[in-house]
């Protein structure tokens, strides 16, 4: 009974839409009364904008609050209560998790959790793991380094409260991995895309089809590959597996999901989290389909950091259909589409790096990875992208290129350099890619 | 499938439960095996509380 249960929680994902925002807007309110009454960082953010706890009577008043970015937690950390510094809203004593922020795009943030924290996130990532169709008849192998980065701590967690069986990958290499999910029969995984990738790269090395191997679903995270049409299909081709895509982040939480319907978008976890869509140029917010905006988001039981409208910089617009699957939790249209501080202008256009991984992983004969380079050329913006050619068609050059310069012009608006790299020869990672540099301010 | 649940009689006996779980923990304070197991307890009895007693307000307004 409980296998077919397609909801992991079948009262709060099928709640009516006037319901889910009652139950957000008084869940805002706790969690903000906690921030302004136990953190010295928050209280002084609020009192600086003249703003109470009571003052909050209604979504519009709750707009009016500050939110927090990225660099204000870094100004405050490495002070007492050490490490965490004035944000930290329970007594040292309390804090049984560490994990910080990758770092990509600056000092990495530390962030504190409690027990009753750390049980959230298996929470959260519950929700994922149940909509993505994981059952306790599942083995699921966790090839990741188990580390200071929370990347899939808590999907391990979840995959044990949903009564799973957990293999975790830890320090093993990738051979080593492979072997290990071929001997146990491993039916789920859960890496980035570049590592999904990659490992599919090694196994045929080894002269195993990934195909061949057991594994039927794959969640990703940590890039937006699993929701680019392209990378979704090179990697559901190459393991014969469903792909689905997660969005979270440390400080914030695992946020949204994709379920097994795979209709194109993620779901909120509205139950959890509040998100606010507002225009990047305009500051206005936004509720209808279609356009896009920097999310602001709310953990809405996180306690002891709260994440409170915070500017996560992830580009999202909201999805015009319900999803076939009847959660009501909303769709975010095709995941995140980016980052504020990623989507850069070049030669006075606006250029999102994923748009390029969708024409590059479109394209059959080139390789998974790429590199894409931003400098100057006296005054002048200039973007090289580096590709790999498969080994066998490398006669196809010309033919490959023509296709890949029409692509990208239709795709982006702008003109590249193309060079073509042998295949195996670009650099290869094992977490979160890097393939976008931006050599101008340099 | 059963989609109707008695969320108001849920969250009650979540509701005891905690309450007995709190109790569990008062006795505690010089057991650690006691205290720091009920903690755990209480935590995920935090998680039913988010999953089904913070909606069942909503339910009933």
Excluded at chain 2, 9 to 21: D, H, R, V, Y
Aim: glycine share 8%.
């Amino acid at each position: 009974m409980l296998k077919e249960q397609p909801y992991w929680n079948p009262v709060l994902e099928t709640l009516a839409k006037e319901k889910i925002r009652d139950l957000q807007f008084r869940k805002f309110r706790k969690i903000f009364e906690w921030g302004y009454e136990k953190s010295k960082f928050h209280r002084a953010l609020y009192e600086k904008a003249g703003i109470k706890p009571e003052d909050i009577r209604s979504f519009e008043d709750l707009r009016r609050i500050p939110t927090v970015e990225k660099s204000m937690m870094r100004d405050i950390q490495r002070k007492d209560p050490f490490p965490y510094g004035d944000a930290l809203c329970v007594p040292l004593d309390e804090v049984v998790e560490f994990r910080q922020t990758s770092g990509t795009t600056g000092q990495p943030v530390y962030q504190p959790d409690t027990w009753q924290d750390w049980e959230w996130w298996s929470e959260c990532w519950s929700y994922i793991l149940w909509a993505q169709g994981y059952r306790p008849s599942d083995r699921v192998f966790i090839p990741f380094g188990y580390n200071v980065f929370v990347a899939f701590w808590a999907g391990h967690y979840a995959a044990e409260k949903i009564g799973a069986e957990i293999v975790p990958g830890g320090v093993l290499d990738t051979q080593a991995r492979i072997l290990k999910i071929q001997e146990l029969q491993c039916t789920a995984m859960m890496a980035t895309p570049t590592y999904v990738l990659g490992m599919a790269d090694t196994a045929r090395k080894m002269g195993i089809d990934p195909s061949s191997l057991a594994v039927r679903k794959i969640t990703c995270a940590g890039e937006p590959g699993a929701s680019i049409p392209t990378t979704k299909k090179r990697m559901e081709d190459a393991w014969a597996a469903k792909v689905y895509d997660h969005a979270g982040a440390t400080e914030i939480g695992a946020w949204c999901f994709e379920c097994t319907a795979q209709s194109g978008g993620l779901h909120v976890n509205e139950a959890f989290f509040l998100v606010e869509i507002q225009d990047v140029e305009t500051g206005e917010y936004i509720e209808e389909p279609g356009r896009r905006g920097k999310m602001i988001i709310t953990a809405l039981d996180r306690q002891a950091q709260p994440c409170i409208r915070f500017d996560s910089k992830d580009i999202i617009e909201w999805a015009g259909e319900p999803c076939p699957c009847g959660r009501t939790f909303r769709l975010i249209k095709g995941g995140v589409i980016g980052r504020a501080d990623d989507i850069t202008k070049v030669k006075g256009v606006l250029l999102s790096p994923s748009a390029i991984e969708e024409v590059v992983r479109g394209l059959d004969g080139l390789g998974n990875e790429f590199e894409v380079i931003v400098d100057k050329d006296g005054d002048i913006d200039r973007i090289t992208l580096k590709v790999e050619i498969i080994k066998g068609r490398e006669g196809e050059r010309k033919q490959i290129e023509a296709r890949l310069k029409d692509q990208l012009r239709l795709k982006t608006n702008l003109g590249y350099i193309l060079e073509f790299h042998d295949h195996g020869s670009l650099p290869r990672y094992d977490v979160k890619a890097r393939r976008f540099k931006d050599l101008r301010g340099k | 499938m059963n989609t109707n649940y008695d969320v108001g009689a849920i969250a009650a006996k979540i509701e005891s439960l905690k309450k007995t779980a709190m109790e569990l923990a008062d006795l505690g304070e010089d057991f650690p095996a006691l205290y720091r197991n009920t903690r755990r307890i209480l935590a995920a009895v935090k998680m039913l509380e988010i999953n089904i007693s913070d909606v069942s307000v909503t339910t009933s307004s």
